[in-house]
C-alpha cells in the first residue's frame, strides 16, 4: 500500500457492511480504495448476490443505497473534509476546518457499527492530529516512518479521494453505465475523455549518469492487472537533442520497472519528436508488460510521458496505450506564474461564474500573457450568456497562443449559440486542424452542420468522432438524430439503441425511440 492510500486509510476506515456477503465487502473495500479499480464484471458480481425482490423495488434499492451511504461513505466524506481542513490549514498557518468537517466528523461516529466505534475514535484523532501537524509544520509517524504534511500530498489525497467517490456511485447503480466525460489537467498540460477522474502522484525518473528527473503522473486503474497513466516532466530550457533525449527517457522508465535491452524508436506524433518503446519481464509479483511513449513539449519545457501497464501481454499494454492516447488532448495551457494562489483556483474551478471572472480578472493583471487565463473567463462569460464578451477573451487567448485548442473550440460554442453557425463550423475546423482526433471538435462540429441542414458534413463527423471514440454514446446520439431529421429511420433506431447501451440511464436516446415506436 502506497504512503497516499495509507494516509487516506488511515483517517477513517468504512465501516463493515454487515448486510453484505464477504464477497460484496471486498468488491465494495475495493472499489472505494485510494489504489482501487472497479470492473464491469465486479459490479455485475456484486449486483448479482442481491435478491431480487430488493432489485425489482425501487424503495429497496434506495434503502440499500442508504445503508451503503451509512456503512462506507461516510468515511470517504470524513476522509474529504479532513483533506480539505488541511489545505486550507497549510495556506493559513494555523488550523483551518471546512464548513462541513464538523458534521462529517459526528456522522462518521454516528454511523459506525458498535464494533467500529474503537477504529472511527481512532480515525478521528489522527485527523485532529495531521491538522495540528500542518498548521505547525511539525511531522508525523505514519507506517513507512515520520512524514510531513504537505500541500503537494494533500492534492494527491484528494484527487485519489474523487475516484473513490466515482467508482462508489457506479458501484451503488443496480445498472452499469460506461461514460467518459472530460477530465482536465492544465498544469500537465493534458486533457482527457475518461470514465472517472485520475489520481495524482510525483515520482523521478532516473537517466543515464545518475540525473533524477521529477515527474507529475495522472493515473488510473483499468483493472487488478491494468493501469494506464499520463504524465508530464519538466526540464531546465530545452532538449539539445529531442530525439535523443526522447530515446533514452523512454528507455529509463522501461528500466525503472525492470524491463531492459529494449530499443525505442523515434517518431513523429501529432506533429512532434517523441520516441515509443514497450517490453516485458518476470519478478516474484507476476509478469510487467509495459508500453511507453515520450513526446517533446519544448512550448512547455518538457515532456509527455504516456504509458500503460498489463499483466496479461505485450499486446494488451500496446492497445491499452492506444486507448488512452486517442481519449487525450496535449497542449492545454495551465493557470500557473502567480503568488497569488486564491485568484488562480477561483479562476480554474466552475461552479460559480462570478467568482470565476474575479479570479480571472485579478490572475490577468499579475499574468496579462496568459492564454488560459482569458479563455476561463471566456467560459464564465458564456455561461452568463453573455456571449460577445466571452468571444473578445476568446479571440485575446487565441492572439497570445494561436495554438490553443481549447479557444478555437469555445469560441466556437460561443458563435454557434449565437447562431452564427459557419464562424463556428471554421473554429472547429482549426481544433481539428491541431489535432485531427479532437472527439470533441467533431462532435460540435457535427452539431453545427446539423444546425444548418448540413446532413452528409454531419454525418461525416459524427462517424468519424465514432471512429475515433467508439463507446462515446453522445456521438451515436447526434448521428441518430441527424439520421432522423433525413428520414432514415432504421439508421437511427440502430444508432439510439447503441447509445442506450452504452448509456442506459440516456433520456434523449429514450425518448427518440419511443417517438419512433422503437423498443430499447
Not at 162 to 179: A, E, V
Not at 232 to 238: K, L, P, T
Request: aromatic share 8%.
Amino acid at each position: 500500500m502506497s504512503l497516499i492510500a495509507a494516509l487516506i486509510w488511515a483517517t477513517a476506515q468504512p465501516a463493515r457492511a454487515q448486510e453484505l456477503t464477504a464477497q460484496q465487502q471486498e468488491i465494495l473495500r475495493t472499489a472505494i480504495g485510494a489504489d482501487g479499480w472497479l470492473t464491469e464484471g465486479m459490479h455485475q458480481e456484486f449486483w448479482a448476490a442481491v435478491p431480487l425482490a430488493i432489485k425489482s423495488d425501487p424503495k429497496a434499492i434506495a434503502a440499500l443505497t442508504s445503508y451503503l451511504d451509512r456503512s462506507s461513505v461516510n468515511a470517504l466524506r470524513f476522509q474529504r473534509a479532513t483533506w480539505s481542513s488541511i489545505k486550507l490549514t497549510l495556506a493559513a498557518k494555523r488550523v483551518t476546518k471546512t464548513p462541513d468537517y464538523e458534521t462529517a466528523k459526528e456522522e462518521i461516529r454516528a454511523s459506525s457499527l458498535p464494533q467500529e466505534r474503537v477504529g472511527a475514535e481512532r480515525g478521528v484523532r489522527n485527523a485532529d492530529a495531521m491538522l495540528e501537524a500542518a498548521a505547525t509544520g511539525r511531522s508525523m509517524s505514519g507506517p513507512n516512518g515520520p512524514f510531513y504534511v504537505t500541500e503537494e500530498m494533500t492534492e494527491q489525497v484528494l484527487a485519489g479521494l474523487s475516484g473513490s467517490f466515482h467508482r462508489y456511485r457506479k458501484l451503488s447503480n443496480p445498472t452499469w453505465i460506461y461514460k467518459p466525460e472530460e477530465h482536465s489537467y492544465p498544469n500537465e498540460h493534458i486533457r482527457i475523455l475518461w470514465d472517472g477522474p485520475f489520481a495524482r502522484e510525483t515520482q523521478t525518473i532516473t537517466m543515464e549518469g545518475g540525473k533524477s528527473v521529477p515527474i507529475t503522473l495522472l493515473t488510473s486503474r483499468i483493472s487488478e492487472h491494468e493501469h494506464v497513466a499520463l504524465g508530464f516532466m519538466r526540464f531546465q530550457g530545452r532538449w539539445l537533442d529531442p530525439e535523443g533525449a526522447s530515446i533514452r527517457t523512454v528507455a529509463a522508465t522501461l528500466t525503472g520497472m525492470g524491463i531492459r535491452d529494449v530499443r525505442p524508436m523515434v517518431t513523429r506524433w501529432r506533429g512532434r519528436v517523441a520516441a515509443e518503446g514497450a517490453g516485458s519481464v518476470r519478478s516474484s509479483a507476476g509478469a510487467i508488460n509495459a508500453s511507453v511513449r515520450i513526446v517533446e513539449a519544448p512550448e512547455h519545457g518538457g515532456a509527455w510521458q504516456i504509458m500503460a501497464i498489463s499483466a496479461s501481454s505485450l499486446a494488451d499494454a500496446i492497445s491499452l496505450r492506444a486507448t488512452v492516447e486517442q481519449a487525450s488532448q496535449f497542449d492545454v495551457v495551465g493557470i500557473q506564474g502567480t503568488s497569488n494562489s486564491d485568484a488562480a483556483s477561483d479562476c480554474e474551478q466552475r461552479e460559480d461564474p462570478d467568482r470565476k471572472i474575479r479570479g480571472c480578472t485579478e490572475f490577468i493583471r499579475d499574468n496579462p500573457r496568459n492564454a488560459t487565463a482569458y479563455n476561463n473567463r471566456g467560459l464564465a462569460y458564456a455561461a452568463k450568456k453573455e456571449f460577445d464578451r466571452a468571444i473578445a477573451d476568446y479571440n485575446k487567448a487565441i492572439e497570445i497562443n494561436p495554438r490553443h485548442s481549447d479557444a478555437y473550440r469555445t469560441r466556437g460554442n460561443a458563435y454557434r449559440s449565437k447562431g452564427e453557425f459557419d464562424r463556428a463550423i471554421a473554429d472547429y475546423t482549426k481544433v481539428i486542424e491541431i489535432d485531427p482526433r479532437d472527439v470533441l471538435a467533431h462532435l460540435a462540429r457535427g452539431v453545427a452542420y446539423r444546425n444548418k441542414g448540413e446532413v452528409d458534413r454531419a454525418i461525416a463527423d459524427y462517424s468519424k468522432a465514432i471512429e475515433i471514440r467508439p463507446r462515446d454514446a453522445n456521438a451515436y446520439i447526434g448521428r441518430g438524430l441527424v439520421y432522423l431529421k433525413a428520414s432514415e429511420k432504421d439508421r437511427a433506431i440502430a444508432d439510439f439503441r447503441r447509445a442506450l447501451s452504452l448509456d442506459p440511464s440516456d433520456q434523449i436516446a429514450k425518448d427518440a425511440l419511443k417517438r419512433l415506436g422503437a423498443s430499447p
